[in-house]
């Protein structure tokens, strides 16, 4: 006998919906190439600038919600979880860099969303650098936090222990929110899409990119080089990318420092110069380099 596609629809959201609401933001479900996606919206009307968050390697969209929720007060927000994770269905086959760069598009498209402004961390990262490779005009500017991947995540026993490490690193409620997302993303997986994530030419799309690219490292991130290495990279050829370093922040920068990223994104999408947090007597942000390309800051 045949599947009834809606009532799978209806039981997989049913089971995958908890009693209480893990935001302010809208919890919202669609359709997208038969797969139900699930995603958060805000309710700005639609005439304020678009920002999509996308979230890292086997988790969903809810450890980005500190930051999304601080700036939907000003942008039209979305935080999906991409098919095969969260609350989100699978596909048939494991999806790879620019599978999900795809099904990010179809998400839009969904959604009725022509331009967007892409806020991501770790595997997000290349997801949007992949996205503004194959979609440029969607893509107004593009916001890489921790990104992850490359040749300093492999083989996958040492990004285990990167990953062991910042687990320390991260305030411990991030392993509540975590834990979940990762036993439901499952081991087989982890391994294909780990495989995918370290062979993705991560450096090379993101200097080819002709939008402007805010890029904000953490000091105390595990999974990445140090932020001289990274600026001694990115300074190579002339391009469009903004760096900057929030000083004493591990890997998850979205949830552990959402009001200086907040305030670090603000300042970004309307070209004003990177300045500490108002207040803020803690961590220190500040920029470390600017591409020939990147729109000069104005006050």
């Not at 993303?185 to 990119?209: C, D, H, I």
Request: net charge positive; glycine share 8%.
């Amino acid at each position: 006998m045949a599947k009834n596609p809606e009532k799978a629809s209806y039981r997989h959201r049913a089971r995958m919906t908890p009693r209480r609401p893990a935001s302010a933001l809208a919890e919202r479900w669609t359709m997208v190439d038969g797969v139900d996606v699930f995603y958060r919206e805000s309710a700005n009307p639609p005439d304020a600038r678009v920002m999509t968050h996308l979230h890292g390697f086997g988790l969903s969209g809810r450890y980005l919600l500190p930051t999304a929720e601080l700036l939907a007060d000003e942008f039209h927000t979305y935080v999906p979880d991409l098919p095969g994770f969260g609350r989100s269905g699978k596909q048939g086959a494991a999806l790879d860099i620019p599978d999900l760069a795809d099904a990010a598009i179809r998400f839009l498209d969904d959604r009725g969303v022509g331009k967007t402004s892409v806020v991501g961390n770790s595997m997000g990262c290349p997801v949007i650098v992949e996205l503004a490779h194959r979609y440029p005009e969607r893509v107004e500017r593009a916001v890489l936090v921790s990104p992850a991947g490359g040749i300093h995540n492999q083989p996958l026993r040492r990004a285990m222990s990167q990953l062991a490490k910042d687990g320390g690193r991260e305030p411990r409620r991030m392993v509540t929110v975590a834990t979940p997302d990762y036993l439901r993303f499952g081991v087989p997986s982890t391994f294909k899409m780990f495989k995918a994530l370290t062979q993705y030419p991560s450096v090379q799309r993101l200097l080819e990119l002709k939008i402007p690219t805010l890029v904000v490292l953490g000091t105390r991130d595990p999974l990445l080089p140090g932020p001289e290495r990274i600026k001694e990279v990115a300074s190579q050829d002339q391009n469009h990318v903004l760096l900057v370093v929030l000083e004493g922040a591990a890997h998850a920068i979205n949830f552990s420092h959402p009001r200086e990223l907040a305030h670090v994104i603000r300042l970004f999408m309307d070209d004003k110069p990177i300045t500490p947090l108002p207040g803020s007597a803690g961590e220190r942000v500040f920029e470390i380099f600017r591409g020939a390309y990147h729109p000069l800051a104005t006050d």
